[in-house]
């Protein structure tokens, strides 16, 4: 219908009158329903009911007599933002695998009257991928069918890379979250684009004028709303106000229903009800707070499982940006390589990450990381070594000074918080972390601190305090009397990087012996 449709709608138009493009048509028995895109500044300037009635008596010429239409009018606008969460969103959706990549790329947007460029910048490796599965061509495609312009999409390659570089000045890209929903019933039409989370548009208390939100209602209420024309006939409306949850968070919801003669609205707001809704969220003044003004309500199946709750910045991009891994060496251990390693089965197939901070005091929730040290393990051996210390947002303390020789001056010149731990997190990506007393210590304290910087470290992990009082029978437990049990040198302690050499000896020891 959409090739002959255009061909009539462009024979039947005035030249100023052909602002138009073909969206969508969908039949629902012998209900059809077109879509049409209009670019903003045509649809506030020319859109008026005498167009919209010639546009309506040129389509119902090429349907059958027996169909009812109804046709809506879809405002575009293809400015960077738009068009560039149009592709986050399609790529979230059609493939996920690469979702994360995409959400943090470094996007070029270009534009001219009836064209828009936009050029992705990936490594190597993605560019491939991409470029096998003609990916620009798919979304240049969806993208047809969301703007009038042409969108053009490119994909640069940047060379893989393990060299040190500048973080990019936005490397944590605020990109648009949505949910995967699906549609099953529509109750009032309208355009329904992904859902976003509720969480990332209560945060900004932001007018949007076009937005889909998903979610289970309650805390229904309804009263009837009568109302006399100018011509004194009474029209009645029904005004539904609810609560919507899509489990990041709730927002208060409002829809004025017309009277319908297929189904009762309070059938359809109920409590626990699944739905998705379009419509504007903007400040309420009779709530004294923003609403989300419904005019779509559809009932959908929602995948609340492809809600990521913790944050989409948790990204392993791919490089390592402040810090470099080194191949491991000797760490200022005395006989260090004398432990026991003929029995490597125990350790085939497995990676560790042994590793230590040194901190501005004992508080997991407030005190500040200045130096984090690792050793990673591979089937048993030591590959390599994760070390820099981590300058601080206030001073060091006196006596953790004193206690570990770190002060103000050492720190001075070092990387920060931010820029240390992505490199970390990729370090010790889809290993086992090892530690002395890191599930009351410095896991809390770590994950608190990343937080700051979106990153959660979620590692399962072995805690050496915990095998040592499993395997051992001692008086105290401490690093330093653990390693002299075992015969361990530990040298220089409270710095981590000694440390985590005595503990990782300490680690592997623990794993061979039997059990008390």
Known sequence: MDNEFCRLLSEKLNPEERIFKFKSAELNGHYLDVVLMVRASDYDKFLDERLKNKIKAVASSVIPSDISLNIRFYKTSADESSVINKIIEYIFKEHQSVYPIFAAAKYIFDAESDYCSVSVTLEKYVCEYVRGINLSKEIQEYLDTEFMEEVEVAFIETPNTDEKEALPEKFFVSSTRVIDTQIIKY??????????????????????NSLTLCGFISDIKSRRIVKKDSRGRETEKELFTFLLNDTTASVKCKFFARPKKEFLWSDVFIDNAKLIMSGAYKYDNFENRFCFIANAVAEAEINFASINKKSNFNIDYGRYMYVLPEPFTDVAQDDFFDVDMTDLKLFEGSVYVVFDLETTGLNTESDEIIEIAAIKI?????????????????????????????????????????????????????????????????????????????YEFDNNFIDTLVLAKNKLKLSKYKLGDVCSALNVNLVGAHRAINDVAANAQVFLKLMKLKNK
């Open 378 to 454: 591979v089937d048993g051996q030591f590959t390599e070594k994760f070390s820099t210390f981590v300058k601080p947002e206030n001073s060091i303390p006196k006596r953790i000074t004193e206690i570990t020789h770190i002060d103000d001056e050492t720190v001075a010149d070092a990387p920060k918080l931010s820029e240390v731990i992505p490199d970390f997190y990729r370090f010790v990506k889809d290993c086992t972390l090892v530690g002395h007393n890191i599930s009351t210590f410095d896991i809390p304290l770590l994950n608190a601190q990343s937080a700051k910087v979106k």
């Open 187 to 208: 109750y009032a039409k309208g355009i329904m684009n992904y859902p976003r989370y509720i969480s990332d548009v209560i945060e900004k208390e932001k007018e949007d």
